[in-house]
Each structure stands twice: as structure tokens, then as C-alpha cells.
């Protein structure tokens, strides 16, 4: 529950969040929200869990093989770098273009290291928030695992975060330590920033008669 006014957003909000495991290894995520006080508000939750399907033995996710079912990723600013600004750019013959299976490695480096130092864009899945049906949107996969995760949404958003960030004076379960690419983030979630660009605006916004609904699945598989 979030009170009207709470952080200063307008608009008193219910969000309730469902994990349920089926018998096929898949974590199904429902997200409902619905306004209690006030005439709107905007609502955005995804989930943030970080992915290393060799269970780190290998240090980063380099090696992960990744598919995107996206052709279009949102343009940002300059300044402040990384924030989106509307512009959908296609990403045919880019360093986002997963639409062929690649490693995630592959154009790492290729990246600004004072900015993104990798991957932290937002891929078009779709074109509205509440796509008719939970489709695929993303794949990875690890060879020296054998396990492959494939990610199903109703959203028009996958944001690929690839850990370019993550401090090295981490140190996890089993006292591994981490560092930059340690795992990667596969966030659904409708456009960010939506509620600054007049044209996505509504996608983000939750009245009385229009609630918040979101699914996704993340479903590990052997290869």
C-alpha cells in the first residue's frame, strides 16, 4: 500500500504481487494495482533478479547466449546519460541487435565505460501496455551450464541491465566474490520514463477504471 501523497506521488495505491512455481520449473509474476485515493497515479513495478546460469562458475555472463525479440530499443539523452527521451530506433545492425542468438559479450566492450560500460537499454516487445497475450521476449542460455531461461511477458518492454555496476567488494553465497557482469537483470515492464513522454504517458497511468496489470514468467529449461 502506498498512501496519496507518499514520496510525493499523488494518488494512494494497492499493488499486490503474486510468485507461483508450476510444475515445469517456470516462476509466473502477477502484478495487480489498483488506485484507493485520489483520480490517478503512475505505476511501474518489474522485478530486478539478477541471472548467472552457471552459478557463477563463470565469473560473468559474457559467455551467456542471448535472443531478444525486440527491433526497436528507446533513444536517451545525453545529459543525464541513460535516461529514455521517446525516440523508438531500430536495432538492425547495431550492438542490440539479438535478434540472431550472440553473447551478451560480444559488444560489451563496445560501450561507453564512463556512462553504461554495457547494456542497460529498454527493447520494444510491443506496442501497448497489456499485450493481447504472454508472448516470449527473451532467451539466454549457458553452454557450460546446460540451462537456458527463457522470459514471457504481456508488457511492451524488456529492460537487459548487464551488472556493468555491480562492486567487487560484493561477496555472495558461498563467499564468491563479484564484480561487473557478474549476472544479468531481464525487466519487464512498460516503457521507463513513460511518464515524462507525452505519447507513452498512458501506459503508465492507473485510474479507478483502468488498473495496473502485469504478468511475466521466467521459465529455466535444460538445453
Same mark, same amino acid.
Given at each position: 500500500?502506498?498512501?496519496? &501523497?507518499?514520496?510525493?506521488?499523488?494518488?494512494? #495505491?494497492?499493488?499486490?504481487?503474486?510468485?507461483?512455481?508450476?510444475?515445469?520449473?517456470?516462476?509466473? +509474476?502477477?502484478?495487480? &494495482?489498483?488506485?484507493?485515493?485520489?483520480?490517478?497515479?503512475?505505476?511501474?513495478?518489474?522485478?530486478?533478479?539478477?541471472?548467472?546460469?552457471?552459478?557463477?562458475?563463470?565469473?560473468? #555472463?559474457?559467455?551467456?547466449?542471448?535472443?531478444?525479440? /525486440?527491433?526497436?530499443?528507446?533513444?536517451?539523452?545525453?545529459?543525464?546519460?541513460?535516461?529514455?527521451?521517446?525516440?523508438?530506433?531500430?536495432?538492425?545492425? @547495431?550492438?542490440?541487435?539479438?535478434?540472431? !542468438?550472440?553473447?551478451?559479450?560480444?559488444?560489451?566492450?563496445?560501450?561507453?565505460?564512463?556512462?553504461?560500460?554495457?547494456?542497460?537499454?529498454?527493447?520494444?516487445?510491443?506496442? $501497448?501496455?497489456?499485450?493481447?497475450?504472454?508472448?516470449?521476449?527473451?532467451?539466454?542460455?549457458?553452454? $557450460?551450464?546446460?540451462?537456458?531461461?527463457?522470459?514471457?511477458?504481456?508488457?511492451?518492454? %524488456?529492460?537487459?541491465? @548487464?551488472?556493468?555496476?555491480?562492486?567487487?567488494?560484493?561477496?555472495?553465497?558461498?563467499? %564468491? $566474490?563479484? &564484480?561487473?557482469?557478474? /549476472?544479468?537483470?531481464?525487466?519487464?515492464?512498460?516503457?521507463?520514463?513513460?511518464?515524462?513522454?507525452? $505519447?507513452?504517458?498512458?501506459?503508465?497511468?492507473?485510474?479507478?477504471?483502468? !488498473?495496473?496489470?502485469?504478468?511475466?514468467?521466467?521459465? +529455466?529449461?535444460?538445453?
Amino acid at each position: 500500500m502506498s498512501a496519496d &501523497g507518499d514520496e510525493g506521488f499523488a494518488g494512494g #495505491i494497492e499493488l499486490r504481487v503474486t510468485y507461483s512455481l508450476d510444475d515445469t520449473n517456470a516462476l509466473h +509474476i502477477q502484478y495487480d &494495482g489498483r488506485l484507493v485515493a485520489g483520480t490517478e497515479t503512475i505505476l511501474n513495478p518489474t522485478n530486478h533478479t539478477y541471472w548467472n546460469l552457471t552459478g557463477f562458475a563463470e565469473p560473468t #555472463i559474457r559467455n551467456h547466449v542471448c535472443r531478444l525479440r /525486440a527491433d526497436h530499443y528507446m533513444g536517451t539523452r545525453t545529459s543525464p546519460p541513460l535516461v529514455p527521451d521517446g525516440r523508438l530506433l531500430p536495432t538492425a545492425g @547495431t550492438a542490440l541487435d539479438f535478434a540472431t !542468438p550472440r553473447r551478451l559479450g560480444d559488444d560489451l566492450d563496445s560501450f561507453d565505460k564512463s556512462t553504461s560500460r554495457g547494456y542497460d537499454h529498454v527493447f520494444v516487445t510491443g506496442e $501497448q501496455a497489456g499485450e493481447p497475450e504472454v508472448r516470449e521476449v527473451a532467451r539466454i542460455s549457458s553452454v $557450460q551450464s546446460g540451462l537456458s531461461l527463457t522470459v514471457l511477458t504481456d508488457q511492451p518492454a %524488456i529492460v537487459v541491465y @548487464t551488472g556493468n555496476w555491480i562492486s567487487d567488494r560484493l561477496v555472495g553465497k558461498y563467499g %564468491i $566474490q563479484y &564484480g561487473n557482469y557478474a /549476472a544479468v537483470a531481464l525487466e519487464t515492464q512498460r516503457f521507463a520514463n513513460a511518464a515524462n513522454i507525452p $505519447q507513452f504517458r498512458d501506459q503508465v497511468i492507473v485510474t479507478r477504471e483502468l !488498473p495496473f496489470v502485469h504478468n511475466t514468467i521466467y521459465h +529455466i529449461e535444460s538445453l
